[in-house]
């Protein structure tokens, strides 16, 4: 696969979904699993083509979301910083799609939950695509012309 070039008119966005968590009664705390530790770390590395250290990154408070984004990091060399959105957590698939229109030309990482991060990629894209857990797709989107297209899909399946 190429590095993708953007346009003038058009930004990338990756979605990732946090890897598989510890079960708790507790869901905002829950932090990940073994397991879930080596899933975010294999998803990052089917990244390491492109260049992120541009992106904002807007991830979610529950523990897991932090967790995951921290090992992207520590696996592709990029720093530690990224903003926590609260929103993130609670909010549906409106918010997600808000979020990159209120960013205009920023390239951006949006690190979620199901079900809205899946609800927005599909509206996104008008394809059905549902992230599983340490699963993540970039998409390229032209805000002028209301279109997005999938450029990469990281799928467990993959591992």
Request: a negative charge; aromatic letters at 8%; proline letters at 4%.
């Given at each position: 696969m190429?590095?993708f070039?953007?346009?003038?008119?058009?930004?990338?966005?990756?979605?990732?979904?946090?890897?598989?968590?510890?079960?708790?009664?507790?869901?905002?705390?829950?932090?990940?699993?073994?397991?879930?530790?080596?899933q975010?770390?294999?998803?990052a590395?089917a990244l390491?083509?492109?260049?992120?250290?541009?992106?904002?990154?807007?991830?979610?408070?529950?523990?897991?979301?932090?967790?995951t984004w921290?090992?992207?990091?520590?696996?592709?060399?990029?720093?530690?910083?990224?903003?926590?959105?609260?929103?993130?957590?609670?909010?549906?698939?409106?918010?997600?799609?808000?979020?990159?229109?209120?960013?205009?030309?920023?390239?951006?990482?949006?690190?979620?939950?199901?079900?809205?991060?899946?609800?927005a990629?599909?509206?996104?894209?008008k394809?059905?695509?549902?992230?599983?857990p340490?699963?993540?797709?970039l998409?390229?989107?032209?805000?002028?012309e209301?279109?997005?297209?999938?450029?990469?899909?990281?799928?467990?399946?993959?591992?």
């Open positions: 190429v590095a070039t953007l346009s003038w008119d058009s930004v990338n966005t990756l979605f990732v979904r946090h890897a598989d968590a510890e079960p708790s009664s507790d869901d905002f705390k829950r932090l990940l699993s073994v397991e879930g530790k080596r975010a770390s294999l998803a590395r390491t083509e492109f260049d992120l250290s541009t992106y904002r990154v807007f991830v979610s408070p529950a523990s897991r979301t932090v967790e921290e090992i992207f990091c520590e696996v592709l060399n990029l720093p530690p910083s990224f903003v926590i959105d609260a929103s993130l957590y609670s909010e549906d698939a409106r918010y997600y799609l808000d979020l990159i229109l209120a960013n205009g030309q920023e390239n951006l990482v949006i690190v979620g939950h199901n079900p809205a991060i899946s609800q990629l599909t509206e996104l894209t394809r059905q695509i549902g992230l599983k340490a699963e993540w797709v998409v390229n989107y032209s805000p002028s209301m279109t997005a297209e999938t450029i990469a899909h990281h799928s467990r399946a993959e591992n």
